[in-house]
């Protein structure tokens, strides 16, 4: 009898494909089998699951050059990366007691905001440690390769600062009276591809080198050659590209302390530790540039993040490419082909437009031809293969519930029900709505025909704004050549009215008031449209108590500090996700402040910022029950923006082994095959609530109990002969089975 649907498959081949994944895949790591290593000298204890997941990170250091801890906001990875770092250090120098015990140098490059906070946490967890911080290349230049510390050494550098140095400008001649730019080498005139002279402004776009062919004359045989000038024609400077070097000025080198490790210190380190490595992920930034040149400097490589993936293949291609690029070059993939890593790993959407176009006068008997033309766009979906071929390698997972089971309760849903709370707007709110939406539209769908796309940006900003902030919008058009084309003018409401959505957030910030519990609102328009100026104003009128934490006047060394200022006065925080998005908590040990409920009052396009901002109060030092609530305009571009915010989660969710009903993931109801195989097979082991390997911490079974444990978790299902595998299974069902019995069970 054949399957029918994806239950059915599961329930007769499931155990078997299950088995020959745990053939196929040997851990490195085993709780309950292998040893943990000594941890004893730290000063502080790390949790169970946090020695597991050291003693994994260090397993898989042994072996290769780097190695990826994501493991869920608030679980300690702070703590977890200097502790792996000391723990391996201990346990090599323990092997190689010949050569003498020999302390090490650990790098920790992280956002701005958290320098202060890694200084605390190394001198809390590591004992005799000196730390120093890196402001500029400056404080690199003693360093030495050949003398060894006396004691274990760290150098913390923002990431800011890592990519920050000298500037370069063209360096060319320009000789009075003489037309054209000369190369300072060989002196002849600059020239494009095309045999242009090329001008400065064209030369300070990129770093380029003299492409004139010179001859060259043997001076044994007389023979004559060509060859390429190659020389820069650019140099260093201290200032930046707009200042010009002053008549007599001696130009200086400043460099980007990444720069200068790379070229000047490769080895030097023993240990990089890359913290919040997901928001390394743009191929051309100078962030990413900075992390992946202090990467190759390194000898080992520790990546530290909570939320890997933002709902898209995308997203790890470049951290692959960065930090492991074996596995990517092994199967083909180049640095630029990102397509077709997407094609391969993620979800695209391909889009066929075709044109009639009439017979040309030559050929007027004829039917003229149709031309049609192929876009491509990434849009939210992760194929699970993701993780077997070139993440489960390199990457160890860990849960917030697995470190501890006394947390607190996390709500994601809206008291009324489950899900996001949709607010439908008022009467003149929607009509004023209906004509800007209507009259873009209509001139959009107009210039999309004809390939046209400069309107659908503001299109998309007034959509989403307008509803928010119904007040002191200009005209809305686009530039063509000179002119000025305007579509339409947004009605300028009463600004003295609160809007729905406003009343909402309002009266949910009363009612947590009443219980004693503070509040912090995270908006999108904090500049140009001062969503938050408004939201501060109102609550002032309602009687509430509160503060903006604005990116703008409190730099990131300060945001720990005046969290702890203002945090016990007031009864709301407004701010944008960004600035706190990442190391900061939303409590404070004494007690003297604690934002236990977070309100999305507007939520973007940016999934792992908002995973990262939803997850500052839920942590393991919590101690009242958190809830989040996202708010958004029924029926308008905000309800768009929301259920493809649930698409990227739902993805992210899956290729870290969890699935959710409930919050934001539930407003996503697509799914694909390959995801109802992964949620079919996550479900079942939920369902049987035993594990391989129950939570970290717990009694483990040996490991000559799988076969047992397969039995339990397909309990009463009758276990397919070895051989009775289905036509085409080999390749296609296990290859989605690799990541997700090994990502949500091992």
Same mark, same amino acid.
């Given at each position: 009898?054949?399957?029918?649907?994806?239950?059915?498959?599961?329930?007769?081949?499931?155990?078997?494909?299950?088995?020959?994944?745990?053939?196929?895949?040997?851990?490195?790591?085993?709780?309950?089998?292998?040893?943990?290593?000594?941890?004893?000298?730290?000063?502080?204890?790390?949790?169970?699951?946090?020695?597991?997941?050291?003693?994994?990170?260090?397993?898989?250091?042994?072996?290769?050059?780097?190695?990826?801890?994501?493991?869920?906001?608030?679980?300690?990875?702070?703590?977890?990366?200097?502790?792996?770092?000391?723990?391996?250090?201990?346990?090599?120098?323990?092997?190689?007691?010949?050569?003498?015990?020999?302390?090490?140098?650990?790098?920790?490059?992280?956002?701005?905001?958290?320098?202060?906070?890694?200084?605390?946490?190394?001198?809390?967890?590591?004992?005799?440690?000196?730390?120093?911080?890196?402001?500029?290349?400056?404080?690199?230049?003693?360093?030495?390769?050949?003398?060894?510390?006396?004691?274990?050494?760290?150098?913390?550098?923002?990431?800011?600062?890592?990519?920050?140095?000298?500037?370069?400008?063209?360096?060319?001649?320009?000789?009075?009276?003489?037309?054209?730019?000369?190369?300072?080498?060989?002196?002849?005139?600059?020239?494009?591809?095309?045999?242009?002279?090329?001008?400065?402004?064209?030369?300070?776009?990129?770093?380029?080198?003299?492409?004139?062919?010179?001859?060259?004359?043997?001076?044994?045989?007389?023979?004559?050659?060509?060859?390429?000038?190659?020389?820069?024609?650019?140099?260093?400077?201290?200032?930046?590209?707009?200042?010009?070097?002053?008549?007599?000025?001696?130009?200086?080198?400043?460099?980007?302390?990444?720069?200068?490790?790379?070229?000047?210190?490769?080895?030097?380190?023993?240990?990089?530790?890359?913290?919040?490595?997901?928001?390394?992920?743009?191929?051309?930034?100078?962030?990413?540039?900075?992390?992946?040149?202090?990467?190759?400097?390194?000898?080992?490589?520790?990546?530290?993040?909570?939320?890997?993936?933002?709902?898209?293949?995308?997203?790890?291609?470049?951290?692959?490419?960065?930090?492991?690029?074996?596995?990517?070059?092994?199967?083909?993939?180049?640095?630029?082909?990102?397509?077709?890593?997407?094609?391969?790993?993620?979800?695209?959407?391909?889009? +066929?437009?075709? #044109?009639?176009? $009439?017979?040309? *006068?030559?050929?007027? &008997?004829? /039917?003229?031809?149709? =031309?049609?033309?192929?876009?491509?766009?990434?849009?939210?979906?992760?194929?699970?293969?993701?993780?077997?071929?070139?993440?489960?390698?390199?990457?160890?997972?860990?849960?917030?519930?697995?470190?501890?089971?006394?947390?607190?309760?996390?709500?994601?849903?809206?008291?009324?029900?489950?899900?996001?709370?949709?607010?439908?707007?008022?009467?003149?709110?929607?009509?004023?709505?209906?004509?800007?939406?209507?009259?873009?539209?209509?001139?959009?769908?107009?210039?999309?025909?004809?390939?046209?796309?400069?309107?659908?940006?503001?299109?998309?900003?007034?959509?989403?704004?307008?509803?928010?902030?119904?007040?002191?919008?200009?005209?809305?058009?686009?530039?063509?050549?000179?002119?000025?084309?305007?579509?339409?003018?947004?009605?300028?409401?009463?600004?003295?009215? +609160?809007?729905? #959505?406003?009343? $909402?957030?309002? *009266?949910?910030?009363? &009612?947590? /008031?009443?219980?004693? =519990?503070?509040?912090?609102?995270?908006?999108?328009?904090?500049?140009?449209?001062?969503?938050?100026?408004?939201?501060?104003?109102?609550?002032?009128?309602?009687?509430?108590?509160?503060?903006?934490?604005?990116?703008?006047?409190?730099?990131?060394?300060?945001?720990?500090?005046?969290?702890?200022?203002?945090?016990?006065?007031?009864?709301?925080?407004?701010?944008?996700?960004?600035?706190?998005?990442?190391?900061?908590?939303?409590?404070?040990?004494?007690?003297?402040?604690?934002?236990?409920?977070?309100?999305?009052?507007?939520?973007?396009?940016?999934?792992?910022?908002?995973?990262?901002?939803?997850?500052?109060?839920?942590?393991?030092?919590?101690?009242?029950?958190?809830?989040?609530?996202?708010?958004?305009?029924?029926?308008?571009?905000?309800?768009?923006?929301?259920?493809?915010?649930?698409?990227?989660?739902?993805?992210?969710?899956?290729?870290?082994?969890?699935?959710?009903?409930?919050?934001?993931?539930?407003?996503?109801?697509?799914?694909?095959?390959?995801?109802?195989?992964?949620?079919?097979?996550?479900?079942?082991?939920?369902?049987?609530?035993?594990?391989?390997?129950?939570?970290?911490?717990?009694?483990?079974?040996?490991?000559?109990?799988?076969?047992?444990?397969?039995?339990?978790?397909?309990?009463?299902?009758?276990?397919?002969?070895?051989?009775?595998?289905?036509?085409?299974?080999?390749?296609?069902?296990?290859?989605?089975?690799?990541?997700?019995?090994?990502?949500?069970?091992?």
């Amino acid at each position: 009898m054949e399957a029918t649907n994806l239950d059915e498959y599961l329930q007769r081949y499931g155990p078997l494909l299950a088995r020959q994944a745990q053939e196929r895949f040997n851990p490195l790591h085993v709780p309950g089998r292998d040893p943990l290593p000594p941890m004893d000298g730290l000063l502080r204890p790390p949790y169970p699951a946090q020695r597991h997941a050291i003693a994994a990170v260090a397993a898989a250091l042994r072996m290769q050059k780097s190695t990826i801890l994501c493991a869920e906001i608030g679980t300690g990875k702070t703590l977890m990366g200097a502790a792996t770092v000391a723990a391996l250090a201990g346990t090599i120098s323990a092997v190689n007691q010949a050569a003498g015990s020999r302390p090490y140098r650990a790098l920790v490059f992280c956002p701005g905001q958290l320098v202060g906070k890694w200084e605390r946490e190394i001198k809390m967890t590591v004992p005799g440690v000196h730390v120093f911080h890196v402001d500029s290349f400056h404080t690199l230049t003693h360093c030495r390769r050949h003398n060894r510390p006396a004691a274990p050494v760290w150098y913390i550098v923002g990431r800011e600062r890592a990519k920050l140095g000298g500037d370069w400008i063209p360096a060319v001649l320009d000789f009075p009276g003489l037309a054209g730019l000369r190369c300072p080498d060989c002196c002849q005139v600059i020239v494009d591809k095309n045999g242009i002279p090329v001008d400065l402004k064209s030369l300070a776009k990129r770093r380029q080198t003299c492409q004139a062919e010179l001859e060259h004359v043997d001076t044994v045989d007389g023979s004559v050659s060509k060859r390429v000038c190659g020389a820069p024609l650019w140099q260093w400077t201290h200032y930046g590209k707009k200042t010009r070097k002053r008549p007599g000025e001696k130009l200086t080198e400043r460099w980007p302390p990444a720069r200068y490790i790379q070229k000047r210190l490769p080895g030097y380190f023993d240990y990089l530790i890359v913290d919040e490595i997901h928001e390394e992920k743009g191929a051309n930034t100078l962030q990413g540039g900075a992390m992946g040149s202090l990467a190759a400097a390194c000898r080992r490589v520790i990546a530290l993040t909570g939320t890997l993936i933002g709902g898209k293949a995308e997203d790890v291609r470049t951290i692959l490419w960065r930090l492991s690029p074996q596995t990517l070059v092994a199967e083909g993939f180049s640095w630029r082909e990102s397509m077709a890593f997407n094609e391969c790993y993620g979800k695209i959407e391909r889009r +066929v437009t075709t #044109k009639d176009e $009439a017979p040309s *006068d030559s050929a007027r &008997r004829g /039917r003229g031809r149709v =031309r049609s033309n192929e876009y491509k766009s990434v849009k939210p979906g992760i194929m699970p293969t993701l993780f077997g071929r070139h993440l489960i390698g390199n990457t160890v997972f860990l849960a917030l519930d697995e470190v501890a089971d006394n947390l607190p309760h996390l709500s994601e849903c809206a008291e009324e029900g489950t899900g996001p709370i949709a607010v439908a707007m008022d009467g003149e709110q929607a009509a004023a709505y209906q004509v800007i939406e209507e009259r873009l539209r209509a001139v959009v769908k107009k210039m999309v025909a004809r390939g046209d796309r400069r309107l659908l940006g503001p299109m998309l900003i007034a959509l989403l704004d307008y509803p928010d902030y119904p007040f002191d919008w200009k005209e809305i058009g686009y530039w063509n050549d000179e002119h000025w084309c305007g579509v339409v003018t947004p009605a300028s409401l009463d600004p003295d009215v +609160v809007r729905p #959505k406003e009343r $909402a957030l309002i *009266d949910t910030v009363k &009612r947590e /008031r009443a219980a004693g =519990r503070q509040c912090w609102v995270f908006v999108e328009r904090t500049v140009k449209r001062d969503v938050a100026g408004r939201l501060d104003k109102l609550f002032t009128r309602e009687g509430l108590r509160a503060k903006v934490l604005r990116a703008s006047s409190v730099p990131p060394p300060r945001r720990e500090a005046w969290m702890a200022r203002y945090g016990p006065q007031v009864d709301v925080v407004i701010s944008h996700p960004k600035p706190v998005g990442t190391g900061l908590d939303f409590f404070d040990k004494e007690g003297s402040f604690n934002f236990p409920t977070i309100l999305f009052y507007e939520t973007g396009y940016n999934l792992v910022q908002l995973r990262q901002a939803s997850r500052r109060a839920w942590r393991l030092a919590q101690r009242e029950d958190c809830k989040i609530f996202y708010f958004y305009y029924a029926g308008t571009m905000q309800e768009q923006a929301m259920a493809l915010m649930g698409q990227k989660l739902k993805a992210a969710l899956a290729l870290e082994g969890h699935f959710s009903a409930d919050g934001l993931a539930a407003c996503c109801e697509e799914d694909d095959m390959a995801m109802a195989l992964a949620r079919s097979l996550a479900e079942r082991i939920k369902d049987s609530a035993q594990r391989c390997w129950e939570k970290i911490g717990r009694p483990a079974p040996p490991p000559d109990a799988m076969d047992d444990w397969l039995e339990v978790l397909y309990g009463g299902i009758e276990l397919p002969p070895p051989t009775a595998e289905p036509e085409g299974s080999e390749v296609d069902w296990l290859d989605v089975l690799y990541g997700m019995v090994y990502g949500m069970v091992v």
